[in-house]
C-alpha cells in the first residue's frame, strides 16, 4: 500500500501542477538542491515534482549533488530519465553539419570529436543508439519551453508508479541509468575542464558552480 507521506507527496504534486506552472529542473551538479523532507533513503532524496515528473539527488563529493529527472510521457510509451545542461552545449551546435545536403542528421567536426570526445560520443541520436536506452544529448523543450539541453535515457515497460511509491532502491534499472548518466556526465565535465575555449567553462561555471 502507499504510505502516507507517498499519498501526500503525490498531493502537493498536483497541487504544483495547478499553481507553479512548467517544472523548472535543477542542474545536472549543483551545491543547492531542492529542500526534503526527511526519508530512510539515506543514499538520496527523492521529490515528487509533478504527478508524472519524480526528482532524485545523489550527494558527491566536494557538496556537489547530481539531480536526474524521471518523466513519465504515457502517451510516448516511456520514461525518459533526464538530467539538465542548460545552454553549455550551444558551441557544439557551431561544429555541427549536415554530412550533406538533405541527409536529415548532422555529424560533428573531427577537431570538435578530438577535443571533446565524450560529448562527441553522446551528441545527437546515433544510428547504433535509435531507441535511446543509452545517453544522449540534445534539446528539448519540455512543456513549450524554450529549448536547452539535456543528457537523457530512455526506459521502456518500466514501472514508473513502482518509483515514486516506494524507493530508487527497489528498481534496479534505475540504479543502472542514474549511474550512466552520471558517469556520462562527469566525463562530459572533464572534456570542458581540459579545453582552452573559456565559453562552455564559464557556462557550466555560472549553471552547476564548479
Not at 532524496?45 to 518523466?71: C, H, K, M, S
Not at 513549450?144 to 528498481?171: A, G, M
Not at 556520462?184 to 581540459?194: F, H, K, N, P, W
Request: aromatic share 14%; proline share 7%.
Amino acid at each position: 500500500m502507499i504510505t502516507k507521506d507517498r499519498m501526500d507527496a503525490i498531493e502537493e504534486a498536483q497541487r504544483a501542477e495547478r499553481e507553479d506552472g512548467p517544472v523548472k529542473f535543477l542542474p545536472a551538479f549543483t551545491k543547492h538542491p531542492a529542500k526534503y523532507s526527511p526519508m530512510k533513503e539515506s543514499y538520496c532524496a527523492t521529490r515528487l515534482v509533478r504527478p508524472r515528473v519524480f526528482e532524485v539527488t545523489l550527494p558527491l563529493d566536494d557538496g556537489l549533488y547530481f539531480i536526474v529527472y524521471f518523466n513519465f510521457l504515457e502517451q510516448n510509451g516511456y520514461t525518459q530519465a533526464t538530467c539538465y545542461w542548460g545552454n553549455i552545449f550551444d558551441f557544439a551546435q557551431r561544429a555541427a553539419a549536415e554530412p550533406y545536403p538533405g541527409a536529415g542528421y548532422v555529424m560533428l567536426s573531427k577537431p570538435f570529436c578530438k577535443k571533446y570526445p565524450h560529448v562527441a560520443a553522446v551528441y545527437g541520436m546515433h544510428e547504433d543508439n535509435q531507441d535511446c536506452t543509452k545517453p544522449y544529448l540534445t534539446t528539448i523543450g519540455w512543456e513549450h519551453q524554450l529549448k536547452e539541453w539535456f543528457l537523457s535515457v530512455r526506459l521502456y515497460n518500466f514501472d514508473y508508479v513502482k518509483l515514486i511509491t516506494y524507493s530508487p532502491l527497489d528498481c534496479p534499472e534505475v540504479i543502472e541509468v542514474i549511474d550512466a548518466l552520471k558517469k556520462t556526465s562527469l566525463a562530459m565535465v572533464r572534456d570542458i575542464q581540459r579545453s582552452d575555449a573559456k565559453q562552455p567553462k564559464q557556462l557550466m561555471n555560472e549553471l552547476f558552480g564548479m
